[in-house]
C-alpha cells in the first residue's frame, strides 16, 4: 500500500537545529508540522521559509505537545521527530519504500548520537532505537514526562528500518548540564504530581549503580573520555532526579526545593 506520509516536530528555540531537521525530510515528506513553544529566536523565521505548517502554542509537556501535533496532520501516517535529529539518507530510502509499499503498523529506527562532536555507538546509547514511523491510528505519544516514547496498540505489527536517525544531543558541557536540570525538574514534578515518593536510600545506591552499568556493562569505555563523561553524568542524572523528589517530600513541595 502506497501512502502520504506528515511529519511533525515539536519546537522550542531551534535556530541551531531546525533547518538540518527539514532538510533531511525533503523529498518523503508530504507535509511538515511544527508545534512551537513561543520561540524567541529565529526558529519561526526558518521553519516558514521551508513551507511548513507553523502552530505556536505554550508548551504544556512533552507527551501533549507531541499528542497534539499529531492530531493536526492531514495524513494517517505519521514520521515524528525532534528538532535536534536529522536523517541519514540511507534511512531516506528507507522511509521511501516503506511509503511505497507500507506493511506494519509502526516502525523502529535506529537512533545514532552526536556528542560533543562525537558519534557514540556505545555506553547504552546506540542503537537506540525509537518507534518514530507508524500509523496515528494504531499508536499514540505517551510513556512519563520527560521520558515520552510512541506506544503502539496491542498487537501492532513492528518492524525495523536499516539507517540511522541522527541525534544532535549536547554541543557542550554547558548544554548537558542545563539539560539535565531541566529534566530533572520535570521528573521531580510529574512524580509529585503522581504523589511518588523516594528514599535516601535510592539517593544513595542508585547514581553509582548507574554508573557501572553505563561504563562497564554498556561498554562506554570503548567511547573514550566522552564514554566516561557520559557514564559520570548519567550517574549525577540519577542522582538528581531522586534526591530533587526526597527534597520535595521533606520540605513541602516542588517550588521549595
Given at each position: ?51 511548513v ?34 536523517l ?24 545514532l ?43 501492532a ?13 549536547s ?87
Open positions: 500500500m502506497q501512502v502520504k506520509l506528515s511529519v511533525t516536530i515539536i519546537t522550542f528555540n531551534e535556530e541551531q537545529n531546525i533547518e538540518r531537521c527539514l532538510k533531511s525530510v525533503e523529498g518523503i515528506a508530504d507535509e511538515i508540522i511544527v508545534v512551537d513553544s513561543l520561540s524567541t529566536d529565529r526558529t519561526k523565521e526558518i521553519c516558514l521559509s521551508y513551507g505548517t507553523f502552530v505556536e502554542r505554550p508548551f504544556t509537556s512533552m507527551i501533549d505537545q507531541k499528542n497534539y501535533s499529531l492530531s493536526l496532520a492531514t495524513h494517517q501516517h505519521v514520521l515524528s521527530l525532534d528538532a535536534d535529529e536529522a541519514t539518507d540511507e534511512l531516506r530510502e528507507s522511509v521511501l519504500k516503506v511509503k511505497h509499499n507500507w506493511k506494519a503498523d509502526a516502525y523502529k529506527l535506529n537512533r548520537t552526536n556528542y560533543r562532536g562525537q558519534w557514540i555507538r556505545h555506553s547504552g546509547w546506540y542503537p537506540d532505537r525509537k518507534l518514530r514511523l507508524f500509523d496515528r491510528t494504531k499508536a499514540h505519544w505517551g510513556g512519563q514526562n520527560p521520558h515520552d516514547r510512541v506506544i503502539p496498540e496491542e498487537g505489527k513492528v518492524e525495523n528500518l536499516k539507517g540511522d536517525m541522527l541525534h544532535y544531543y554541543y557542550n558541557v554547558k548544554q548537558h548540564l542545563d539539560q539535565i536540570n531541566r529534566y530533572s525538574d520535570i521528573y521531580m514534578n510529574e512524580m509529585w504530581r503522581k504523589g511518588k515518593k523516594t528514599s535516601l536510600l535510592a539517593v544513595i545506591v542508585k547514581p553509582p549503580f548507574r554508573f557501572v552499568r553505563t561504563y562497564f556493562l554498556q561498554r562506554g569505555f570503548l567511547d573514550g573520555f566522552n564514554g566516561l563523561f557520559i557514564a559520570g553524568l548519567s550517574s549525577y542524572t540519577v542522582f538528581l532526579k531522586y534526591a530533587k523528589l526526597y527534597l520535595a517530600h521533606q520540605s513541602g513541595g516542588p517550588d521549595k526545593v
